[in-house]
Structures are given as structure tokens and as C-alpha cells.
């Protein structure tokens, strides 16, 4: 496992017994947060077919830079025939994505276990899944 920390958020990563890479971010997913992030992302989508999940849960806020970042990491993992899942953080996190246009962009499940558990086959999907997140304010 690896730790690390930024000015804003913080993150680790951990690799699975199947490869996927669970990265769980804490803090807040912001402009401070992107430069090391992104790189952090960057390296984590750079081979082929990266299976990747993304533990948002412990965020407690995030801005236009943050879901940029997103965006980006799920650019990179579609162009490399790769999986990306997001499990939210608590709150809105659906509805910013369905009122910035990204309703349909993200996998979304409502804990970690449960998106390690879905082994559909990698490669970009038609349609996202949108898998009911309970509200866990």
C-alpha cells in the first residue's frame, strides 16, 4: 500500500489479488489537490487495460478541478480498453454529476466490496452503470 499527501486531499493505493487498483481519496478533491493527483492517476492509467477503482467516499468536497481530474482518469482508462468505478462520497455526488452532464459517464456502486465484486469484462461500456447509492449523510 502506498500513502500519500497533498496540500488538499490525500490518497492511498492498494492493489487487489485480480489487479485492480482501489485508490481511496480523503480530504478535499480540489485545485490544490489536482497536481499531484492527476500524476498520481496519470501513472495509474498509463498501461493497458488499467482496471481501477476510485474510493470517494471519505471526500468532503470536491470542485470543477476535482471532477476535471475525474474526467480525466476516465478519458485515459476508456482509451486504454480499461475499467474505471467510483464509489461517491456521502451526499449529492449523483446529482452534481447528472447537473455538470456527467450523469451517465461514471460507473458508481455504494461501497468498495461491491464494485471489486462486479468482474464484468474490461472495455469501455456502452452505458455506464448506475447502480442506486444510498445516502449515507
Known sequence: MTDNHTRSARYHTALTDDGTTVVTLHGELDLLAVPVLSAALDALTA???????LDLSPISFIDCSGLGILCRARN????????LRLVPPVGDF????????????????????????????LGPAS???????PDRS
Open 76 to 83: 485515459r482508462v476508456r482509451s486504454r480498453i480499461g475499467r
Open 47 to 53: 498501461g493497458a487495460e488499467p482496471d481501477l477503482v
Open 127 to 133: 452505458a455506464a452503470v448506475a447502480w442506486p447509492v
Open 94 to 121: 449523483p446529482r452534481l454529476l447528472r447537473g455538470t452532464g456527467l450523469g451517465s459517464a461514471f460507473e458508481l456502486y455504494p461501497g468498495v466490496p461491491e464494485a471489486l465484486a462486479d468482474k464484468a469484462a
